[in-house]
């Protein structure tokens, strides 16, 4: 009987001790309510009027979505994660799923996106320019689209390593200043991008792939463009070039 009662012991205060760690381990959780009030409210705007913008309950995928909270409920395409003791969306990614209508310039409060993907929607007219200076984005995909407008004449985006813009109605001159340092890809084609090469980009020391065919552009190749060492994928073609000698 004392054996017993001994092992029933030793039973309850693993019980009580197991419990009191899964108590600790549920406290370090982040701790999600619905109705927003554990994603940053900027956030939570921003994707809920994205939503509205683009005709979201059309969407082919929008599970989740507009109900509760975006990452307690896991809102389809959305990613989160904790950064400074707050819960931010990290990650917007809706590509191919019938998006249609505008961007909206409420997008610029998601202050630490990392990576947007909007790509092949019907979406039309301009991308806000705040989207252009949210200092955390690391990937944007807008191909396949009809948005239309200029890009910023200085680009500063410290950590963007894939921009790609293709197969819209951009038009006007390329930026001429990029302060994008990590930049890897750049796609820019299949748009009405005028004027000439800038030189700027042969300052981009990772850039690997640059595709601005199919536009616009006219007069030669840079001897700037002599320093994109690293690249090893180019398209320039089905513009209005004179390219004359290759720079070395």
Same mark, same amino acid.
């Given at each position: 009987?004392?054996?017993?009662?001994?092992?029933?012991?030793?039973?309850?205060?693993?019980?009580?001790?197991?419990?009191?760690?899964?108590?600790?381990?549920?406290?370090?959780?982040?701790?999600?309510?619905?109705?927003?009030?554990?994603?940053?409210?900027?956030?939570?705007?921003?994707?809920?009027?994205?939503?509205?913008?683009?005709?979201?309950?059309?969407?082919?995928?929008?599970?989740?979505?507009?109900?509760?909270?975006?990452?307690?409920?896991?809102?389809?395409?959305?990613?989160?994660?904790?950064?400074?003791?707050?819960?931010?969306?990290?990650?917007?990614?809706?590509?191919?799923?019938?998006?249609?209508?505008?961007?909206?310039?409420?997008?610029?409060?998601?202050?630490? &996106? *990392?990576? @947007?993907? =909007?790509?092949? /929607?019907?979406?039309? !007219?301009?991308? +806000?320019? $705040? #989207?252009?200076?949210i200092q955390t984005l690391v990937r944007i995909d807008f191909s396949g689209c009809s948005l239309s407008?200029?890009?910023?004449?200085?680009?500063?985006?410290?950590?963007?390593?894939?921009?790609?813009?293709?197969?819209?109605?951009?038009?006007?001159?390329?930026?001429?200043?990029?302060?994008?340092?990590? &930049? *890897?890809? @750049?796609? =820019?084609?299949? /748009?009405?991008?005028? !004027?000439?090469? +800038?030189? $700027? #980009?042969?300052?981009?020391?990772?850039?690997?792939?640059?595709?601005?065919?199919?536009?616009?552009?006219?007069?030669?190749?840079?001897?700037?463009?002599?320093?994109?060492?690293?690249?090893?994928?180019?398209?320039?073609?089905?513009?209005?070039?004179?390219?004359?000698?290759?720079?070395?």
């Amino acid at each position: 009987m004392k054996a017993v009662l001994s092992v029933l012991g030793l039973f309850v205060l693993c019980a009580f001790l197991c419990n009191k760690a899964q108590a600790k381990d549920l406290a370090s959780v982040p701790f999600y309510t619905s109705g927003g009030a554990a994603t940053n409210p900027g956030d939570v705007s921003a994707v809920k009027t994205l939503y509205n913008s683009t005709n979201g309950p059309k969407w082919m995928f929008n599970n989740g979505w507009m109900d509760g909270d975006p990452c307690a409920k896991q809102w389809m395409g959305i990613s989160c994660d904790t950064i400074e003791g707050e819960t931010r969306i990290v990650e917007v990614w809706l590509d191919y799923n019938y998006l249609e209508g505008t961007i909206p310039s409420e997008m610029a409060k998601l202050t630490k &996106l *990392q990576h @947007l993907g =909007l790509g092949y /929607n019907s979406l039309s !007219g301009t991308v +806000p320019s $705040g #989207i252009f200076q949210i200092q955390t984005l690391v990937r944007i995909d807008f191909s396949g689209c009809s948005l239309s407008g200029s890009l910023p004449t200085e680009l500063s985006m410290p950590n963007i390593n894939i921009l790609m813009l293709s197969t819209n109605k951009f038009s006007g001159p390329i930026t001429a200043k990029w302060q994008t340092p990590i &930049l *890897q890809t @750049l796609h =820019l084609n299949a /748009n009405q991008f005028t !004027g000439s090469l +800038p030189e $700027g #980009i042969s300052e981009l020391k990772h850039l690997n792939e640059l595709d601005i065919s199919s536009n616009q552009l006219t007069g030669s190749l840079p001897d700037s463009y002599g320093k994109l060492s690293s690249v090893t994928k180019l398209w320039l073609h089905q513009n209005k070039l004179d390219y004359g000698s290759i720079p070395e």
